[in-house]
């Protein structure tokens, strides 16, 4: 069983940037691919980024390319998304995600464990 806890969330000026972080429990956590998901208010989750158990593959949604990084580190169980030139339109409930026996997560039905979200609030 794996438990995850977010942090980082909080209100931004558009073109501002936060780290999110996930702490994860368990001593297999380098075992599980990890994700962001996040959900705005009257919409479905969506996918933001992924990042494989050893790192080496990483996913990002078209919408967060070149502006969001997605990385973990396995020593402190922890994977980060780095959000840069945050826009009004990033404004959602950042949640992280576990997935044993797959490389990347890309869909949030195939989710092991989610995180309890992280409010991002991105004003104009």
């Known amino acids: 069983h794996v ?3 977010e942090s980082g969330g909080g209100l931004v000026q558009a073109v501002g940037s ?4 996930c702490a994860a429990s368990g001593r297999t956590f380098s075992s599980y691919a990890m994700a962001w998901f996040r959900q705005a208010p009257g919409k479905e989750r969506e996918f933001v980024a992924a990042v494989s158990w050893s790192g080496s593959r990483i996913s990002y949604a078209d919408s967060v390319k070149g502006r969001f990084t997605i990385s973990r580190d396995n020593e402190k169980n922890t994977v980060y998304l780095q959000m840069n030139s945050l826009k009004p339109e990033d404004t959602a ?3 992280c995600a576990a997935t044993i026996g797959v490389v990347v997560i890309t869909n949030a039905n195939r989710i092991d464990y989610w995180g309890q979200g992280t409010q991002v609030t991105v004003s104009s």
């Open 3 to 5: 438990q995850l806890v």
């Open 18 to 21: 936060l780290r999110l972080s």
């Open 93 to 95: 409930i950042y949640y």
